[in-house]
């Protein structure tokens, strides 16, 4: 009952013992028994303990009331990807002292994470997920749910993509979030699984559809069409006319997030089928929706880079302003890519051998010790043909060799 549940916790935040909270009142079996909600007692019994408490009861069983409906609101908040309301609803959580409610504890926190994940605030966090860890209480059926949901992003988030498809995948039938879905499809997207991407980007589509999610219904359409093409590459007009279905819808409900994100795909596309300007084109639109604050600025910078430079569309005085630039703001954000962008500066300054002592002792350790296996597979494949190419052909054996060990035959047993 939550009447048992108030008293006990704000008996306990009071530093009241059963027996001294009791006193006068009645006995200490009784009120342990309505703490626990196994027994009937009377409206006069809760309103002597209420003042010995100094709170008003009825108040409270509202705000406990209140704090479940706004716990709701905001997860769904969360799910729809509106920051504004996400912002507006923490924060009218954060000032109802029933936040640390244990009934409230574990949801809180872990919508807390989320809520930290989508403002791109990893930090805080991770050191919510730590907390959780230590907190010894058994989870109920949807927190552990809610729980792997969560851990699967945050591994997302620093691209251990197999640990977040794994932990994932644990989650049951019980969870009534199938929003999960979608994060299982760009977990598959992003080791290249696009079968499975696909089914489950179907599986995610169709839940926000019946949940009216026309943000994120945006953001799996995004996903699906990455997935086709990846699988049997639309023919570039095909392309172009579901692309534009999608920006424009974007721009109705006015989302500039989804249209920054839907440039930089589509321009991305552009780029891999060699239509160098045109990539621009769609980089430049990007690139001016933009902060330089903004999580998707460097990586939309460093491809831009990359596009230039290929396609020859800028001169590389400029490219190097524009890798200095990216390499000043990443360092000064801590973010991996400054890796990306310290290459961008040796290649354009024309400091090929350094270029690739850069790749061998900084950027391929690094990647080795987060496990971004794309990453690791493309430097390795790059540094392997300098290496052919320079005639270090001791090098290019070690690491042809460190290659072949790790792999394992289809006709291996074990």
Same mark, same amino acid.
């Given at each position: 009952?939550?009447?048992?549940?108030?008293?006990?916790? !704000?008996?306990?935040?009071?530093?009241?013992?059963?027996?001294?909270?009791? /006193?006068?009142?009645?006995?200490?079996?009784?009120?342990?028994?309505?703490?626990?909600?196994?027994?009937? !007692?009377?409206?006069?019994?809760?309103?002597?303990?209420?003042?010995?408490?100094?709170?008003?009861?009825?108040?409270?069983?509202?705000?406990?009331?209140?704090?479940?409906?706004?716990?709701?609101?905001?997860?769904?908040?969360?799910?729809?990807?509106?920051?504004?309301?996400?912002?507006?609803?923490?924060?009218?959580?954060?000032?109802?002292?029933?936040?640390?409610?244990?009934?409230?504890?574990?949801?809180?926190?872990?919508?807390?994470?989320?809520?930290?994940?989508?403002?791109?605030?990893?930090?805080?966090?991770?050191?919510?997920?730590?907390?959780?860890?230590?907190?010894?209480?058994?989870?109920?059926? @949807?927190?552990?749910?809610?729980?792997?949901?969560?851990?699967?992003?945050?591994?997302?988030?620093?691209?251990?993509?197999?640990?977040?498809?794994?932990?994932?995948?644990?989650?049951?039938?019980?969870?009534?979030?199938?929003?999960?879905?979608?994060?299982?499809?760009?977990?598959?997207?992003?080791?290249?699984?696009?079968?499975?991407?696909?089914?489950?980007?179907?599986?995610?589509?169709?839940?926000?559809?019946?949940?009216?999610?026309?943000?994120?219904?945006?953001?799996?359409?995004?996903?699906?069409?990455?997935?086709?093409?990846?699988?049997?590459?639309?023919?570039?007009?095909?392309?172009?006319?579901?692309?534009?279905?999608?920006?424009?819808?974007?721009?109705?409900?006015?989302?500039?997030?989804?249209?920054?994100?839907?440039?930089?795909?589509?321009?991305?596309?552009?780029?891999?089928?060699?239509?160098?300007?045109?990539?621009?084109?769609?980089?430049?639109?990007?690139?001016?929706?933009?902060?330089?604050?903004?999580?998707?600025?460097?990586?939309?910078?460093?491809?831009?880079?990359?596009?230039?430079?290929?396609?020859?569309?800028?001169?590389?005085?400029?490219?190097?302003?524009?890798?200095? *630039?990216?390499?000043?703001?990443?360092?000064?954000?801590?973010?991996?890519? @400054?890796?990306?962008?310290?290459?961008?500066?040796?290649?354009?300054?024309?400091?090929?051998?350094?270029?690739?002592? @850069?790749?061998?002792?900084?950027?391929?350790?690094?990647?080795?010790?987060?496990?971004?296996?794309?990453?690791?597979?493309? +430097?390795?494949?790059?540094? +392997? /043909?300098?290496?052919? *190419?320079?005639?270090?052909?001791?090098?290019?054996?070690?690491?042809?060799?460190?290659?072949?060990?790790?792999?394992?035959?289809?006709?291996?047993?074990?």
């Amino acid at each position: 009952m939550i009447e048992g549940k108030i008293l006990k916790y !704000y008996r306990e935040k009071q530093g009241y013992t059963q027996d001294q909270l009791s /006193r006068g009142v009645c006995s200490v079996t009784h009120l342990s028994k309505i703490e626990r909600g196994i027994t009937e !007692y009377s409206g006069e019994i809760i309103t002597l303990l209420s003042k010995k408490l100094k709170i008003n009861f009825q108040d409270e069983v509202r705000s406990f009331n209140r704090f479940k409906e706004t716990l709701e609101e905001w997860k769904n908040a969360i799910v729809m990807l509106d920051t504004e309301n996400m912002k507006v609803k923490k924060a009218e959580l954060d000032a109802n002292l029933l936040k640390d409610f244990p009934d409230f504890q574990v949801h809180y926190s872990l919508l807390l994470a989320r809520h930290y994940l989508i403002l791109y605030e990893n930090e805080k966090c991770h050191k919510v997920m730590q907390k959780i860890k230590k907190l010894d209480i058994s989870l109920s059926p @949807y927190e552990s749910n809610l729980y792997k949901h969560v851990q699967g992003i945050c591994y997302f988030s620093i691209g251990n993509y197999k640990d977040s498809i794994e932990v994932l995948k644990k989650i049951d039938s019980s969870y009534s979030s199938e929003e999960y879905y979608y994060h299982l499809a760009i977990s598959y997207h992003a080791v290249h699984d696009n079968t499975l991407a696909y089914y489950y980007a179907q599986k995610a589509l169709r839940y926000f559809q019946e949940t009216l999610n026309f943000t994120r219904i945006l953001d799996t359409e995004s996903l699906i069409i990455l997935q086709l093409n990846a699988k049997s590459q639309f023919s570039l007009k095909e392309t172009r006319s579901y692309y534009d279905k999608l920006i424009q819808s974007a721009k109705k409900i006015q989302s500039a997030d989804r249209l920054t994100k839907l440039y930089f795909n589509l321009g991305q596309e552009l780029f891999r089928r060699k239509h160098f300007r045109e990539a621009k084109e769609y980089f430049d639109k990007g690139l001016t929706l933009l902060k330089e604050e903004d999580f998707l600025y460097l990586t939309m910078l460093d491809l831009y880079i990359d596009i230039c430079y290929k396609g020859n569309l800028k001169s590389k005085e400029d490219l190097l302003s524009d890798a200095k *630039k990216g390499l000043h703001l990443a360092q000064k954000r801590n973010d991996q890519s @400054y890796l990306f962008f310290h290459l961008h500066v040796l290649l354009l300054n024309g400091e090929e051998d350094s270029y690739y002592d @850069y790749v061998e002792n900084k950027v391929l350790p690094y990647f080795i010790q987060s496990g971004n296996e794309d990453l690791i597979q493309h +430097f390795e494949v790059k540094l +392997f /043909r300098y290496y052919i *190419k320079s005639e270090q052909n001791e090098k290019a054996w070690a690491l042809a060799k460190n290659k072949m060990l790790a792999e394992m035959s289809y006709y291996e047993m074990d």
